[in-house]
């Protein structure tokens, strides 16, 4: 079963576009999907059929700004006024609406990449709801972080919030190419090394990430990632809360390993209990390599079937 369904942002002015995948029998768990920037939920569907097919319900949407919620409200890239929460409030009241409808059930969240952020940033208020997170393609501390900052404060202070300024891109996110041997041809190749997946992201008409994001929601974007930073982000993290934190030791997101490391250290030396896997040889969707997703996917199922027996003792 299929629900399309649709509930109002927390910026006050978008309505955000989502689906709830519901198997065909008695529903073990939910898990909700968290995509990341300038992509869509509807990437993950290999992954979304594989948890459903395991007796999972599994909530996405796409966040604003992205895919059909872009589309529907004419935003593409503009994530409204409301601050660097607004998509963790938004996946908040996805779990709400979730929870309304499929009530009493272990509930996990999936996020990669930016989602993954999000995740990060949700656990810090609503953590106490969850059974566990898999935080996907994450990193420690974002390069250049205050530099970046500081230049898109200026663009907003000189009224350029809503233009997007060619240079942000690159400042914010150059970095990432770094052992991408095949160069930049298209644009997207620090995200696997596969062309295949290479192409499809890049031809994806749901997809965001070629289009302009806004000076303001870089910043936003950039507030986030001070948020998530740190011992004192983690100890905002509930103790008890189970995490799973997984990512290729080639992906650049991560910063080869380091970043990841970094974040599960930071959790860890704050009494935290985490559990780590780098995949050898992957960059940033080992959720989208042909030869690896279906080992991805054990792994998170193994996670949450794992809680799942731990919440019901």
Request: charged letters at 25%.
């Amino acid at each position: 079963m299929l629900h399309e369904v649709n509930f109002p942002s927390f910026n006050e002015r978008d309505t955000v576009y989502g689906w709830i995948y519901v198997p065909a029998a008695e529903p073990k768990g939910i898990v909700q999907l968290i995509h990341g920037f300038g992509e869509h939920s509807r990437r993950y569907l290999h992954m979304i059929s594989t948890f459903v097919e395991e007796g999972y319900i599994v909530a996405a949407d796409d966040h604003v700004g992205h895919g059909k919620t872009a589309l529907e409200n004419n935003t593409w890239g503009d994530w409204g006024d409301k601050g660097f929460h607004t998509m963790m409030e938004d996946e908040h009241r996805l779990h709400d609406l979730t929870v309304k409808m499929y009530p009493d059930l272990p509930y996990f969240l999936f996020g990669h990449s930016m989602g993954s952020f999000i995740v990060r940033d949700y656990i810090t208020k609503y953590g106490d709801e969850l059974a566990g997170v898999t935080i996907c393609g994450t990193l420690g501390v974002w390069p250049n972080l205050k530099e970046n900052l500081d230049y898109l404060q200026k663009l907003m202070d000189d009224g350029k919030g809503k233009e997007a300024d060619p240079l942000v891109p690159a400042k914010m996110m150059g970095w990432m190419f770094r052992r991408c041997p095949e160069g930049a041809s298209i644009g997207n190749e620090w995200i696997c090394a596969d062309p295949f997946v290479q192409k499809d992201h890049a031809a994806d008409p749901f997809d965001a990430f070629s289009r302009p994001c806004l000076n303001q929601s870089f910043y936003y974007f950039g507030q986030m990632m001070e948020y998530i930073t740190g011992e004192e982000w983690a100890k905002k993290v509930p103790a008890g809360l189970p995490i799973y934190n997984i990512a290729g030791d080639q992906d650049p997101v991560g910063q080869f390993g380091t970043g990841v490391m970094q974040t599960t250290n930071w959790l860890i030396d704050t009494g935290h209990d985490v559990e780590t896997m780098l995949y050898p040889g992957y960059r940033h969707e080992i959720h989208n390599y042909r030869d690896l997703k279906e080992i991805v996917e054990d792994g998170i199922l193994d996670f949450m079937d794992e809680h799942l027996t731990k919440e019901e003792e």
